[in-house]
């Protein structure tokens, strides 16, 4: 039996409600079709936001969204989006499928998208192709409350107050798609752009986000910092548990059709953010002590080949088990590193990579990675607690991949939340898990578990579910439970 300690009397960091947000770029039926129908649409939306989905955002908790990209944020001239619809220029999408895009999805949208989920607002701006003055100009736009050109502008589209925005990103992906550019090149033009991304309103700080590092190159971390460190309040980094790559040397590339052994490659891939956040972290330190800047992961999540019969530029895939286990293990690693990551952005919300949501005409379904994100809202804005669990490891490989990858924190009432995710495609999992200094009166818990390769169909919409969690006893004091295979489990304790 393995043992599970949590120590409420350690408590370490705010695990920000951010850690959980959420990433809709103009890519595929991200946004059309999938957050947006249009105000004719015969698929019940409010103002033009799909309520099917908005709904499901909700209840989900999503507290922060990204928009508009991605790598269309450094093609994007918001001037396009604002207006009357029938006058708004039309633009050929050159990153995602070269389909036209009509920009009837704009800035009033976005913010009216976020108004209706109840979340907060992350915008990117574009300094791949844009100039300072269209930056400072969009900011002006949408945040100023007084008198000038650009909030004239916005009150003539229909809009008396100022929105508010709080993260501003300045560029995306700068080192390839925003600009193929050097650290040092990016870093001295940020310090440019920023300058401008103006706080109109004491009321509404905005927090700057630096383009940071593709995955592991600590050498860009280490620049950028160096140079503009002291002008951003956070820098973003970018992982993908991306297989494409591996077919030449065997493995399936497909979302659902894959074997055991790509199973663990997959999670063993996504296992590797531990490694890389720490290592980042570690030149953060060195750059900035008095840890100032925070660490941004706006883009995670899996890419397998698109669905057959799709739109290669669309990234459209469906989301299988070994999704959700993803998404538990990555959520519970960046709960861990929640003293300096303050905010994290899953790729993305709908009908693209690891979404929580796909759409089907007027059908719609929750995927197993929106029952994680679901189960794990509890963890939002609680303070993690000391814990650790002894493991097995799983799968065979020269890389480890721990059995058990939990985290816990605490609510303001007191209450526990753990979540446990048991990686292994067949071996149960025993545990005693031991609160210090507190005997365990009342537990309820939730699972979601199945076999790897299960997920949820326009036809049969509920093959992945949460369920009640009632495979364990309270005790001694203690709570001795078995995980099911390929599962993610919550437990509350009081």
Not at 53 to 79: I, Q, S, T
Not at 175 to 191: D, H, I, K, Q, S
Not at 303 to 314: L, M, S
Request: proline share 3%.
């Amino acid at each position: 039996m393995e043992k599970y300690l949590i120590n409420p009397n350690q408590k370490i960091s705010k695990i920000n409600k951010d850690i959980y947000g959420h990433f809709s770029e103009h890519l595929g039926r991200c946004i059309y079709e999938g957050l947006y129908v249009g105000e004719n649409s015969e698929i019940d939306n409010v103002n033009g936001m799909r309520s099917d989905v908005v709904n499901a955002l909700k209840e989900m908790k999503l507290p922060v969204l990204r928009w508009p990209g991605g790598c269309f944020a450094d093609e994007y001239h918001w001037k396009d989006g604002i207006g009357e619809k029938s006058a708004r220029k039309k633009m050929i999408n050159t990153h995602w499928g070269g389909v036209v895009e009509d920009n009837s999805f704009g800035t009033h949208e976005f913010f009216e998208l976020c108004s209706q989920i109840g979340c907060d607002a992350y915008i990117n701006g574009n300094v791949g192709s844009g100039t300072v003055q269209e930056m400072s100009e969009w900011v002006e736009y949408m945040t100023f409350g007084g008198l000038s050109p650009m909030s004239e502008l916005r009150r003539k589209n229909g809009r008396e107050e100022p929105w508010r925005v709080k993260y501003f990103g300045v560029g995306n992906e700068n080192w390839g798609c925003g600009g193929n550019m050097t650290p040092e090149f990016y870093a001295n033009l940020y310090r440019r752009f920023q300058t401008y991304v103006r706080d109109y309103d004491r009321d509404n700080r905005i927090y700057r986000i630096a383009c940071g590092p593709n995955a592991s190159d600590y050498n860009w971390t280490d620049k950028v910092l160096q140079i503009a460190g002291n002008k951003m309040n956070g820098l973003s980094l970018h992982y993908y548990t991306d297989m494409r790559g591996r077919r030449k040397d065997g493995f399936s590339c497909s979302a659902t059709e894959f074997a055991t052994q790509d199973y663990y490659e997959v999670l063993k891939s996504a296992y590797r953010i531990e490694e890389i956040i720490s290592r980042h972290i570690d030149v953060m330190n060195v750059r900035d002590p008095q840890r100032r800047v925070d660490l941004i992961v706006d883009e995670w999540g899996t890419w397998f080949d698109v669905e057959p019969g799709t739109n290669p530029g669309f990234l459209y895939q469906q989301n299988t088990m070994r999704d959700a286990i993803v998404a538990g293990l990555t959520l519970n690693i960046f709960n861990k590193h929640s003293d300096r990551i303050k905010m994290a952005n899953i790729a993305q919300t709908v009908n693209v990579l690891q979404a929580v949501v796909l759409t089907d005409g007027e059908k719609m379904l929750l995927t197993p990675t929106y029952h994680i994100f679901k189960m794990y809202a509890d963890h939002q804005n609680n303070t993690l607690l000391g814990s650790y669990i002894t493991t097995p490891d799983a799968g065979e490989s020269t890389r480890p991949l721990p059995q058990l990858i939990e985290s816990a924190s605490m609510a303001e009432d007191g209450k526990i939340i753990a979540t446990v995710v048991n990686t292994s495609d067949c071996e149960k999992a025993a545990i005693s898990c031991q609160v210090a200094d507190r005997a365990v009166k009342q537990v309820k818990a939730q699972t979601l578990c199945g076999k790897i390769g299960d997920y949820n169909t326009f036809d049969s919409k509920e093959n992945v579910k949460t369920a009640e969690f009632t495979d364990f006893v309270i005790k001694n004091g203690c709570i001795e439970a078995t995980l099911s295979p390929c599962s993610v489990t919550k437990f509350v304790i009081e």
